[in-house]
């Protein structure tokens, strides 16, 4: 007797031309040609992590998943975990489509429900691909017509599909936060010579109510701008063709030995191990 065919199996050939859409709008298509892991990896919104090659372990707040080809890694809320991707043996590729879902998303989706609100649920919860596959082609096709407004309803239809599956944690509005405002400005421009008075005109506060205000959500100024810079060279990384070299001058640093030894004490990863096919094969 035959085994039933894989209904996520079309869903992943489908996905997996993402990587060659230019009309990114803001998903990442990742890849990687070496087993790793990732300690403490910050993910600051929501998101989606469609795993198409390889394999993926995650753990989070005491729960430890899984993942394989065909399953969705969702983050319901900022959260830090630790990842070990792992190439497919037989292709030696691991790829994920990263699918934020944005505020605008999740605005519009909260604008919508009109029911009790469903239990939270975990930060990190693995979901089944088939059930959300409509509104990710929908998605997708919007994408590639370059159609964002149709891609977003999309998107917003997919979150309320998932909060019906008990993840409502993606229905509570952000917690304001002075440090995830930080490190976003430090995002927009990672390379920039960040000092205090920056961010003292930016905010409107004095360097000691900014450093008072940091305490208070258990940080400091040099440690949020240090990790918005490496967060962004890991996701340059794992999403373009750049060099080393050229990652570690988008973020700030001038020489690549101690950018490698700043991104390795903060990841426990050496970042040369990071790298699409075409870096691996450059």
Known sequence: MTAAPDPALPLLARLARLADCARS?????????????????????????????????????GHALH???????LVTRACRMDVVNVP???????????????????????????????????????????????????WQDALTDAHYAEARLSLTALVIDLCRQGHGALLLPPQPSL???????????????????DFEEAFGLSGATLRRRLAEEHTGLRELVADARLAQAME???????????????????????????????????????????????
């Not at 060099?243 to 030995?257: C, F, I, N, T």
């Open 25 to 61: 709008d803001g998903f990442a298509c990742i890849n990687a040609r070496h087993e790793h892991g990732v300690q403490s990896v910050d993910v600051p919104r929501p998101q989606l992590a469609i795993l198409l090659q390889g394999t993926k372990q995650v753990r989070c707040d």
């Open 67 to 73: 993942l394989q080809p065909g399953d969705v890694l």
């Open 88 to 138: 497919d043996p037989h292709s030696g590729l691991y790829q994920t489509v990263i699918v934020p879902l944005c505020e605008e998303v999740l605005a519009a989706a909260r604008g919508l429900w009109r029911e009790m609100l469903p239990p939270a649920g975990d930060a990190v919860a693995a979901v089944a691909l088939p059930p959300l596959g409509a509104e990710l082609v929908r």
């Open 179 to 197: 440090a995830s405002e930080l490190r976003a400005l430090v995002a927009a421009q990672p390379a920039r010579d960040w000092q205090s008075r």
């Open 236 to 282: 340059l990384l794992y999403t373009t063709r750049l060099p080393l070299k050229s990652v570690a001058a988008r973020v700030g640093y001038r020489s690549v030995g101690s950018f490698s030894r700043r991104f390795q004490a903060r990841y426990q990863l050496d970042p040369a191990l990071i790298g699409n096919a075409a870096r691996a094969a450059a």
